[in-house]
């Protein structure tokens, strides 16, 4: 037995040096180079592939940085647009008082100048109501802390318990968002 290892062996040892070559790449004739070459190939387009995502990853990040910076600009300049508008119509109510303040000083009765500043009031309350705002009528109504401050109560005979009695400020809300909270005395 011992002859026919050391010849096994001897036949290993005197190999074609070709058919060495494919032992060593582990390769046996031609069909295992083509799979080489398939899969370079593969992974040469896995990273064509790759590298064309990251570009079109890096282009979405782009535009969508340039998209928020452009809406953070639009919303910027819609609300400039808008308090323009409002300003420009207060300034007819700010004109107004300054008449009335120069009236003020003539000869003109006390009851005049009353009706003045209330036709100015009427003016700037619908200046604001065309802008959205409205005054919440909120007395007789029961309690809500979600939408008023209570800053005191009082007994009352002739309100249920948890009623609002007086109102002492009131609130208003911009488009049925309360923007103050009115300022109410709840019956207890």
Do not use: C
């Not at 064509?48 to 452009?70: C, P, Q, S, T, V």
């Not at 000869?107 to 959205?132: H, M, N, P, W």
């Amino acid at each position: 037995m011992a002859k026919r290892t050391s010849k096994s062996t001897s036949k290993t040892k005197n190999t074609d040096p070709d058919e060495k070559k494919n032992i060593k790449s582990g390769a046996k004739g031609e069909p295992k180079d083509e799979a080489v070459e398939t899969a370079v190939e593969e992974k040469a387009g896995a990273e064509d592939k790759l590298a064309e995502l990251n570009d079109k990853y890096l282009r979405l990040m782009a535009e969508y940085d340039n998209f928020r910076k452009r809406t953070i600009r639009e919303k910027e300049e819609i609300i400039k647009s808008a308090a323009e508008k409002v300003i420009g119509e207060l300034l007819a109510v700010l004109d107004n008082l300054d008449l009335a303040t120069e009236h003020r000083k003539s000869d003109e009765t006390l009851e005049e100048y009353v009706k003045g500043i209330a036709i100015i009031e009427d003016q700037f309350r619908a200046i604001l109501a065309k802008s959205g705002l409205e005054v919440m009528d909120v007395e007789g109504q029961p309690f809500d802390p979600e939408l008023h401050d209570a800053i005191m109560q009082m007994d009352s005979k002739d309100h249920p318990s948890g009623t609002i009695m007086t109102v002492t400020k009131k609130g208003y809300t911009l488009s049925g968002k309360v923007i103050r909270h009115p300022q109410v005395v709840v019956s207890k």
